[in-house]
């Protein structure tokens, strides 16, 4: 399994982005965004569960951040807004197999494959 995480760049504060997480391989149950800011542990964004839609946000991002999957071209979006530069981080995604319940998606043990990071930088 290969995840290709794209989309990141510099944004000004109060912007938004959009993020791409392209996936091939094996299908995939559950695709999430984490994200590390350096100096800083890797953080939980938002996840979604490929069956059903279900999603998951961190509160450092909900109501501001929606997390959509294509199927078709295999990709998962991370769309925020409203960003400051708590924000600047390098997202990566990761992905499982396997499916688990809602209250799981937010946990960084239970994805098993990683991709590269892309980085957000927000200018304030």
């Known amino acids: 399994v290969q995840l290709q995480a794209s989309g990141g760049g510099l944004v000004q504060a109060g912007g938004s982005l959009r993020l791409s997480c392209a996936a091939s391989?094996?299908?995939?149950?559950?695709v999430a965004w984490f994200r590390q800011a350096p100096g800083k542990e890797r953080e939980f964004v938002a996840a979604i569960r490929w069956t059903d839609r279900a999603t998951r946000y961190s509160d450092s991002v909900k109501g501001r951040a929606t997390i959509s999957r294509d199927s078709a071209k295999n990709m998962v979006y991370l769309q925020m807004g409203s960003l400051t530069p708590e924000d600047a981080a390098v997202y990566c995604c990761?992905?499982?197999?396997?499916?688990?319940?809602?209250?799981?998606?937010?946990?960084?043990?239970?994805?098993?494959?990683w991709g590269q990071g892309t980085q957000v930088t927000v200018s304030s």
């Open positions: 990761a992905a499982s197999p396997r499916a688990f319940n809602t209250g799981s998606l937010s946990r960084e043990s239970v994805y098993d494959y």
């Open positions: 391989g094996r299908s995939m149950s559950n």
